[in-house]
Structures are given as C-alpha cells and as structure tokens.
C-alpha cells in the first residue's frame, strides 16, 4: 500500500511540540505548516495497526516513531476525510499518503507512517492558512510518552 491514500474514515496523529499547544490545550496551526525542505508532514496512521483499541494503537505510533519527542508535546488526532474536505474549501489536491518506514539501524519498521502532501510551503500565507485550517479539524491530542 505505500503511496497509496489512506482510507478516508482512518485517523492519524501528528507530533505537536510544546511550543504550539495554545492555554487551553488547542494546537497552534504552525504545527500544521511545512519546513524548509519538507515535500510532506510527517504523520502516523493509527488504523495500520488493525485489531487494537486506540490506546494500543497510539502505543504502537509511541514505539515505532522515529521522532525525539517532549514529554510535554502531544499527538494531535485528525480524521482523514473531515480534514481533507475542510481544507479542500481552500485547497484542492491535497492527499493522505501511506509511506511506510524500513527497519534502520536501531529503530524497527514503521509501517503507520504516513504524510499528508499537497500542502503549501509553510512560510507562505496560504501555508499559514491552511495550518490553522487543519488545526480546526484536530479532535483530540494525546501524551506523546508513554505515563
């Protein structure tokens, strides 16, 4: 399935630093905006993991990722097909694409990573836009370590 779409009723997780949880818990629409150099954002499909309740699933993604990750940073949770039509209001083509991590060195195969391409560069207006766009369609952020 790599470079395929991911299935519209999926959810995926993107890491959120500390800096971009807003008081109150929301997240920062720069969570949402491309580096220099990036052609996706980086995210991990929780339905990969197929049989597990959420918690294993998220428990999974906290194993597999790649990511140096802050205690204090989050998982924001965005559905595929909610996102996609959102910010297709503003923005056509962008896509959820499955692009599974190999084995390498000392990390073990990622097969829930994924990254949502289309999206504009992230130092343009549009990119600002469409980052707060998507962080309107977060449903719920989660402890990026494990308690």
Known sequence: MTGDDLPGDSHVVHYVKPTWILEGGNVDG???????????LSV????????????????????????KRSRRGRFAELHVD????????????????????DAEDDYEADPSHSEITGLPPGDSPMGALIGDMIAE???DTYPTLSS
Not at 44 to 65: A, M, P, T
Not at 82 to 101: A, I, M, N, W
């Open 30 to 40: 720069s969570a949402f905006r491309l580096r220099a150099g990036e052609s996706g």
């Open 44 to 67: 991990h499909w929780l339905e990969c993991f197929e049989g597990l309740v959420k918690s294993r699933q998220l428990d999974e993604v906290r194993r597999r990722s790649r990511l």
């Open 82 to 101: 909610r996102t996609k039509h959102y910010v297709g209001e503003q923005l056509d083509g962008v896509r959820f694409v499955h692009k599974p991590s």
């Open 137 to 139: 369609c977060v449903e």
